[in-house]
């Protein structure tokens, strides 16, 4: 047979190009994916933060406020239990400081949980790399099998 005339090498050739073309618009329209996954995670997680960091400033402002308050009221309980004026106000801020230093603690370890739930992954385009790889083996076997 003549190799000029043989059908198979013309559409092999065919087959590969076709492969390779539609293996780089999908390897480009992963990547454009994936680009706008993670742009749209940091979006979010920039506007979670700086609410957070707004949020914090603010109501630290309003608590040293009210702790002081609450530190002083119990002074003034303290000191109607006949204890010294001086460590009835020591010990009235530092007994509600603690408390407020121990609900801190349960809300930043709260926050942090919730921040680090989320991540950064761009799971959608590596489910879809993961689809595109079955379908390039399937391309390759269906070019192998018309071969042979």
Partial sequence: MNPDTNPHPASIVQLLQQLRDEGMTLLSQEVALAKAEI???????????????????????????????????????????????????????????????????????????????????PEQTLASLEKNKNWGRAKLHSVHESVA
């Fill in 39 to 121: 742009t749209d995670k940091l979006s979010e997680k920039a506007g979670q933060a700086i609410k957070l960091a707004v949020g914090g400033m603010i109501a630290y402002a309003g608590l040293i406020v009210l702790l002081l308050g609450a530190g002083d009221l119990l002074a003034f309980g303290l000191r109607h239990t006949g204890m010294d004026p001086e460590v009835a106000v020591w010990l009235g801020r530092t007994v509600v400081g603690l408390l407020i230093a121990i609900v801190g603690a349960v809300m930043l370890a709260r926050a942090k949980h919730a921040f680090a739930k989320d991540t950064l992954v």
